[in-house]
Structure formats: structure tokens, C-alpha cells
């Protein structure tokens, strides 16, 4: 899916030079998709944010986590709510201005 700029939206053509995905093409990018399956399972933690077709494009009435997201979630919310101590946590990412909330709340 990583290869068709209708999953993004975006990418680069064979010159390097960005492009933009056709909205029209998006659509049916997401119909496809869609008609792939009957229910939409995420189990993609690491992906589950970004807004790519493939993870809100798929219209499914049946939306449901996978176990591993599962698994990932109730670690985070252990992590949160009952840490073992000593806590340390690793945070990646770019954009350091979103990490900063999350700091404050392992803090409180």
C-alpha cells in the first residue's frame, strides 16, 4: 500500500519532484480497499494516528483493534496509571512540542 500515492495522498514521481494524489483518485482508492473485506481490523499501533487510506478510508461498519493494538494499549495504560518504579521512558519522534504534554502527564 506504501507505494500508491492514494494512500498517503502524497509522494514523489520518478524525478524526485513531490505530487499530490487526484481526490477522485483517493475515493476509489478507498472503495477498493474497502471492497477487499467485511470488516476493518487495526492492529497497526504504530500507524494507528496517521491518516492514511488504509486506516480511515476502509468504510466498514465494523471497526475493531487487533490483539496486538490491544496488547499495546493496556501496556501504555499500565505504564500511565500503575508504573513500576524505577519508570523510564524512551519517547521518539520529530516534533518535540508534542512530547512535552505527555512528560507533564507522567510527571503529575
Excluded at 514521481?13 to 477498493?32: H, L, P
Excluded at 486506516?55 to 494499549?73: A, D, I
Amino acid at each position: 500500500l506504501r507505494y500508491h500515492i492514494e494512500e498517503e495522498g502524497k509522494g514523489v514521481d520518478a524525478d524526485g519532484k513531490k505530487i499530490k494524489a487526484d481526490s477522485n483518485s483517493v475515493t476509489e482508492f478507498r472503495k477498493c480497499l474497502t471492497r477487499l473485506g467485511d470488516v476493518y481490523v487495526n492492529d497497526a499501533f504504530g500507524t494507528a494516528h496517521r491518516a492514511h487510506s488504509s486506516m480511515v478510508g476502509v468504510q466498514h461498519q465494523t471497526r475493531v483493534s487487533g490483539f496486538l493494538l490491544k496488547k499495546e494499549l493496556e501496556y501504555f495504560a499500565k505504564a500511565l496509571h500503575s508504573p513500576e518504579r524505577p519508570f523510564l521512558a524512551i519517547l521518539g519522534g520529530a516534533k518535540v512540542a508534542d512530547k512535552i504534554p505527555l512528560i507533564d502527564n507522567m510527571l503529575d
